[in-house]
């Protein structure tokens, strides 16, 4: 009688591989991620493992404070509205200042040079030359501009970014 031998099983063994370097790198989202850079077995790959978020330390005390972080963002946009409002205003009304002398030089020149004696017109106490309906009107014109301008600057600036500084170079 005759035996067989019988041949061994053949398994694949895979070689394991050698643990070249680790490396932890902070993403942007602060997220650390360990990556293993392993030996050229057969196809070397990065293996990506996400770990716990990194924690962030802040150096100055924790102060406690009556408002939230939305609400302290909330007051520090309608403060910044507010300002950039009474600012735009101001320019109106300056400008409506500008306009108004320019009319009054002209207006005494034109006079002065046909002979005619300057009319003063008393308004709020001030001697005025030009009618004070003139002036209500250029100051609410000025006023309006104002307005008008804090809202569209609002718009463009702050809400659509749509200003040179936003453009890229």
Same mark, same amino acid.
Request: glycine share 6%.
């Given at each position: ?72 963002? %909330? #007051? ?8 950039? *409002?009474? +600012?735009?205003?101001?320019?109106? @009304?300056?400008?409506? /200042? ?18 005619? %004696? #300057? ?8 001697? *005025?030359? +030009?009618?004070?309906?003139?002036? @209500?009107?250029?100051? /609410? ?18 809400? %659509? ?9």
């Amino acid at each position: 009688m005759k035996i067989k031998k019988q041949a061994p099983k053949k398994t694949k063994t895979v070689p394991k591989k050698k643990v070249v370097s680790k490396v932890r790198t902070v993403t942007l989202t602060k997220k650390v991620v360990k990556k293993t850079k392993t030996a050229p077995v057969a196809k070397a790959a990065l293996k990506k493992h996400k770990t716990i978020a990194a924690i962030r330390i802040d150096s100055r005390k924790e102060v406690t404070s009556v408002f939230s972080t939305s609400e302290k963002r %909330e #007051l520090r946009h309608s403060l910044k509205r507010w300002t950039y *409002m009474v +600012l735009a205003l101001t320019v109106g @009304i300056l400008s409506a /200042g500008f306009v108004t002398g320019i009319l009054e030089k002209i207006y005494i020149e034109n006079n002065l040079r046909m002979g005619h %004696e #300057l009319l003063t017109h008393q308004f709020l106490g001030m001697s *005025m030359f +030009l009618l004070p309906v003139a002036y @209500i009107v250029i100051f /609410g014109i000025g006023i309006c501009f104002g307005i008008w301008l804090g809202f569209w600057g609002w718009r463009v600036v702050y809400i %659509e970014h749509n200003h040179r500084i936003f453009r890229k170079k």
